[in-house]
């Protein structure tokens, strides 16, 4: 998952492991946290698709 900037430094985006997009704020997550984000309403990835990864559509 990718983490905002700042405070708190919030999730902003989910990503699967093999994304070539990620960058220094990105921490790994399990596949169990990945779905209540992407449930939650984070969006995923739109290079690596981590919601079609995982089988979880939007």
């Known amino acids: 998952m990718e983490r ?4 708190g430094r919030p999730p902003v985006r989910v990503r699967a492991g ?3 997009d990620t960058g220094k704020r990105c921490a ?3 596949p169990e946290q990945i779905r209540g984000l992407l449930a939650s309403g984070i969006p995923a990835c739109t290079h690596c698709r981590s919601d079609t990864a995982l089988g979880v559509l939007e």
């Open 4 to 7: 905002g900037i700042g405070t």
């Open 18 to 20: 093999g994304c070539w």
């Open 28 to 30: 790994p997550a399990t």
